[in-house]
């Protein structure tokens, strides 16, 4: 539902200071988000294993959700340095507010059929980097035009992409507009016009 979010962006711009401030960004910060269940197929010991890597101050870790992999997570992020916020679990609206202050968001799957994470963050104007093994990446994502799509697991790529986005945030703002421009088209009422072209096919 693209309108929904447009319409939370509207109200929620305003509070962006706000909201950074509530969680400690600051203003040279790269923020690099990752919105799913904490479980193990959604690999998300891998940003956290590619930011050791990096040991870049100017990047902050943003964990939106919850699950089992939770406690681990806290785990190997403590005593390396690396800023973070896990949110816990959120409803729409207060995700809303997360994807507002993401410049990047990843989606590390082992597999992922389409995961709505990517729809949302592209809402909002974020740069997307995902495995191949996700079933919309290669519908949603235009390589190096809105975000990267690379193999699963591999952390030196993913180091390597992050290094150079975090040096060129130009470039991260627009791959962020191309990933609003791309998400735009999927639409409740375009898939009305697909399914409509299916049946007068049949």
Same mark, same amino acid.
């Given at each position: 539902? @693209?309108?929904?979010?447009?319409?939370?962006?509207? =109200?929620?711009?305003?509070?962006?200071?706000?909201?950074?401030?509530?969680?400690?960004?600051r203003q040279? &910060?790269?923020?690099?988000?990752?919105?799913?269940?904490?479980?193990?197929?959604?690999?998300?010991?891998?940003?956290? =294993?590619?930011?050791?890597?990096?040991? @870049?101050?100017?990047?902050?870790?943003?964990?939106?959700?919850?699950?089992?992999?939770?406690?681990?997570?806290?785990?190997?992020?403590?005593?390396?340095?690396?800023?973070?916020?896990?949110?816990?679990?959120?409803?729409?609206?207060?995700?809303?507010?997360?994807?507002?202050?993401?410049?990047?968001?990843?989606?590390?799957?082992?597999?992922?059929?389409?995961?709505?994470?990517?729809?949302?963050?592209?809402?909002?104007?974020?740069?997307?980097?995902?495995?191949?093994?996700?079933?919309?990446?290669? &519908?949603?994502?235009k390589q190096?035009?809105?975000?990267?799509?690379? &193999?699963?697991?591999?952390?030196?790529?993913? =180091?390597?992409?992050?290094?150079?986005?975090?040096?060129?945030?130009?470039?991260? =703002?627009?791959?962020?507009?191309?990933?609003l421009d791309?998400?735009?088209?999927?639409?409740?009422?375009?898939?009305?016009?697909?399914?409509?072209?299916?049946?007068?096919?049949?």
């Amino acid at each position: 539902n @693209n309108n929904f979010f447009q319409d939370n962006i509207k =109200k929620l711009t305003p509070k962006i200071q706000y909201i950074k401030d509530s969680i400690g960004v600051r203003q040279n &910060d790269l923020v690099i988000s990752m919105c799913c269940s904490f479980t193990k197929r959604k690999r998300p010991t891998d940003l956290i =294993k590619t930011a050791i890597e990096m040991n @870049n101050t100017n990047i902050f870790l943003l964990f939106i959700g919850d699950g089992p992999q939770r406690s681990l997570i806290e785990s190997k992020l403590k005593g390396t340095g690396i800023r973070y916020h896990i949110t816990g679990f959120l409803g729409q609206n207060q995700i809303s507010e997360y994807y507002l202050i993401s410049d990047i968001s990843v989606v590390l799957s082992d597999y992922d059929p389409s995961p709505k994470a990517m729809n949302e963050a592209m809402n909002f104007s974020n740069c997307i980097i995902s495995t191949k093994n996700v079933g919309t990446a290669n &519908d949603l994502i235009k390589q190096n035009q809105n975000g990267y799509i690379i &193999d699963v697991g591999d952390i030196p790529e993913l =180091k390597k992409t992050l290094t150079y986005l975090e040096s060129n945030r130009d470039h991260v =703002k627009n791959m962020g507009k191309k990933s609003l421009d791309i998400v735009m088209l999927f639409n409740y009422f375009e898939n009305a016009k697909a399914i409509e072209k299916a049946i007068v096919s049949i």
